[in-house]
Every structure is written in structure tokens, then in C-alpha cells.
């Protein structure tokens, strides 16, 4: 059975950090491209970072661009997520996704491109 579960989430106040951990069990995702999404209450899931299969590629979303940082670590199938100087308007559940297909083309940044999702964390930025 394949599982991607996401940990690191909670409250923190804006200006704050935390990192995000996806852990994928069931199957090997070391030749897929890995990415982030988040979804606000009330508004669609929307894309933050995305990591390419070997780790060398990463794209982020206008949003976060700057303030995130995307890494996978391919021994443990785990990809992570750091967001610095958060903002209320980052509050959301954060959701990792996987590919189930080999390709060269990156970055994909929409969700109909990514097959396997975690349950989510939910991160709550206060202000």
C-alpha cells in the first residue's frame, strides 16, 4: 500500500519557521518527481514547491519563493519542506504529492499531475 505522511506542522507565530517532513512507504519514489501544495479554507489547493526526482531541480510557487526551501533525501523516501519569515496568509494544510511516472520535463505544478498525496498538516501561522 502506498503512503505518503506528512509531519512538522503546527502553530507558529509570523516570522517564524518550521519544516515539513513527507515520508513515502509502500513503494520506492526515487524516480519521481515529489512537490508540495497547500490548501487555505475556502480556497483551492494550490501549488508551493516541487523537487525533481534526483534532488537537483526545484521550482516554487510566486508566494514562496524566497522564503521555502524544498529537499528530498532519496535513502529515506522522504522529501522536506522549510518555509521561513511565515505569514497568516500561509496558513493551510499542506499537503506532499508524488508522480507515478519516469519523465525528464520539470517542473509540473499542478495537482492533476501528481498521483499519490499525503492526509496533510495543518500549519497555522497567527499573527
Known amino acids: 500500500q502506498v503512503q505518503l505522511v506528512e509531519s512538522g506542522g503546527g502553530l507558529v507565530q509570523a516570522g517564524g519557521s518550521l519544516r515539513l517532513s513527507c515520508a513515502a512507504s509502500?513503494?520506492?519514489?526515487?524516480?519521481?518527481?515529489m512537490a508540495w501544495f497547500r490548501q487555505a479554507p475556502g480556497k483551492e489547493r494550490e501549488f508551493v514547491a516541487t523537487?525533481?526526482?534526483?534532488?537537483?531541480?526545484?521550482y516554487y510557487a510566486d508566494a514562496v519563493k524566497g522564503r521555502a526551501n524544498i529537499s528530498r533525501d532519496n535513502a529515506k523516501d522522504t522529501i522536506y519542506l522549510r518555509m521561513n519569515s511565515l505569514e497568516p496568509e500561509d496558513t493551510a494544510v499542506y499537503y506532499c504529492a508524488s508522480q507515478d511516472f519516469w519523465t525528464v520535463r520539470f517542473p509540473y505544478t499542478t495537482t492533476s499531475d501528481y498521483t499519490y498525496w499525503g492526509q496533510g498538516t495543518q500549519v497555522t501561522v497567527s499573527s
Open positions: 523537487i525533481s526526482r534526483s534532488g537537483d531541480g526545484t
Open positions: 509502500g513503494r520506492t519514489f526515487v524516480n519521481f518527481h
